[in-house]
């Protein structure tokens, strides 16, 4: 069976999902941010976790996004 590509409703759940990934990644930023200002080197951390994790998807999702036909 050849592959036909994401459907409407696929397409339209992966952009909800990235609206929502993307309001957590906002939130970490800032959540990171303020414990930077804070004094807390744990902001960092929480830096690069939310930054790491928030590309990779992104990436994943590009990357699909892209070896479908259209």
């Known amino acids: 069976m050849p592959n036909v590509g994401w459907s409407l409703e696929q ?5 909800r999902w990235m609206l ?3 309001l957590f990644a906002v939130a970490g930023v800032i959540l990171s941010v303020f414990l930077i200002v804070a004094g807390n080197s744990g902001g960092w951390i ?4 939310t930054l790491c994790i928030y590309g990779a998807l992104y990436l994943f999702i590009g990357n699909s996004k ?3 036909p259209r």
């Open 11 to 15: 397409r339209a759940a992966v952009k």
């Open 20 to 22: 929502f990934a993307t």
């Open 46 to 49: 929480v830096l690069l976790m």
């Open 66 to 68: 892209n070896e479908q």
